[in-house]
């Protein structure tokens, strides 16, 4: 649907922004849901955060999702940051009210969380979590299993001090383990999850033998190129259930959209073969 004079304005702040699927993802529910709007990808360079950000009421957006490398440097340029998103440190949805005021808020762990619950296989509370990685992602993750009601998160890193931090800032539910002794996280855990790019197109492999997990826990990748990580390969090879990371995108852009556009939509089948040939692009 062309939108009119009067559509309801969003869109996606990062630098580059080009290879963001956001636009694709947000004007596939537009049309779907025949909503007057548009969702425009805004190359913004980090010498102008400040001043672009500031100009999106003056022009009408009703806010915009950010990404790389913007998502920590605009929280100062925020007039305010819902907890979740201090929390996790770091926004990725800037919702302006009627008064022009930015609200920054962060759907990540929604999206990890939601990719996770609508597999259907797996129960936040049975069990531990083992998580690879400490990075940005990795707070995301961290926060929604916390929230989720995980009663323990292993959490391995190769520089150990990041995992330490986590543990340190997030609480007595994370428990840092040395990048050594990642396979003995595996033991007796409901979800492994990686969060670092390692298994990415491009990237190493995540060297992880499977051997102590249980042949019933969740394995999730957040990595969604390639879809079929080697991580997830292996695990269905033993029978592990798989969740990909291509949920955790979707599920995430569901609630920014719904702020701007005014309805919630949905992740199925028709949105991720969508995506999925979009990517394949
Ligand atoms: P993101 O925001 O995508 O999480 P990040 O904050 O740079 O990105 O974090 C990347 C994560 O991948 C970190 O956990 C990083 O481990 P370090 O903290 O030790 O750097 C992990 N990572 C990246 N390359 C890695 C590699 N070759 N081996 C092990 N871990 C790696």
């Given at each position: 649907?062309?939108p009119?004079?009067?559509a309801r304005?969003a869109g996606v ?10 636009p694709r ?6 049309d ?13 360079h980090p010498?102008?955060l400040?001043r672009a ?5 003056a022009?009408g957006f009703?806010g915009v ?5 913007h998502k920590r ?26 008064d022009?005021?930015?609200t920054?808020?962060?759907t990540d762990a ?5 990719n ?15 998580v690879?990685g ?8 961290c926060?929604g299993?916390?929230d989720?009601?995980?009663?323990e998160?292993?959490l ?15 609480g ?15 033991d007796?855990a ?13 990237q ?8 102590a997990?249980?042949a019933?826990?969740?394995?999730n990748d957040?990595?969604?190129?390639p879809?079929?990580?080697?991580l997830?390969a292996?695990?269905r ?7 990909d990371?291509?949920?955790?995108l ?7 959209f ?7 939509p949905a992740?199925?089948?028709e ?10 692009k």
């Amino acid at each position: 649907m062309t939108p009119s004079g009067a559509a309801r304005l969003a869109g996606v702040v990062g630098w580059p922004v080009a290879h963001s699927r956001s636009p694709r993802l947000h004007g596939f529910w537009l049309d779907r849901h025949g909503i007057d709007g548009a969702y425009v990808p805004l190359a913004v360079h980090p010498d102008n955060l400040d001043r672009a950000i500031r100009a999106l009421p003056a022009l009408g957006f009703r806010g915009v999702n950010v990404t790389v490398p913007h998502k920590r440097t605009v929280m100062p340029i925020c007039d305010r940051i819902d907890p979740l998103a201090d929390r996790i440190g770091a926004v990725n949805t800037i919702v302006a009210g009627v008064d022009g005021s930015l609200t920054g808020s962060n759907t990540d762990a929604f999206g990890f969380v939601e990719n996770l619950r609508q597999s259907g296989e797996w129960n936040p509370a049975g069990g531990s979590a083992a998580v690879i990685g400490a990075g940005g992602a990795a707070r995301a993750v961290c926060v929604g299993l916390i929230d989720a009601g995980v009663p323990e998160i292993r959490l391995v890193n190769r520089t150990e001090n990041r995992a330490r931090a986590l543990a340190d800032e997030f609480g007595p539910k994370i428990h840092a383990m040395p990048w050594a002794r990642r396979e003995d996280s595996l033991d007796g855990a409901t979800l492994l999850v990686n969060t670092t790019s390692l298994g990415m197109t491009g990237q190493p492999a995540l060297e992880l033998t499977l051997d102590a997990l249980p042949a019933d826990a969740v394995v999730n990748d957040i990595v969604y190129a390639p879809l079929e990580t080697d991580l997830l390969a292996a695990a269905r090879a033993r029978g592990n259930p798989v969740v990909d990371g291509l949920g955790m995108l979707l599920h995430q852009a569901r609630p920014a959209f719904e702020a701007w556009f005014g309805v919630m939509p949905a992740v199925d089948d028709e949105t991720r073969r969508f995506i999925l040939a979009d990517l394949g692009k």
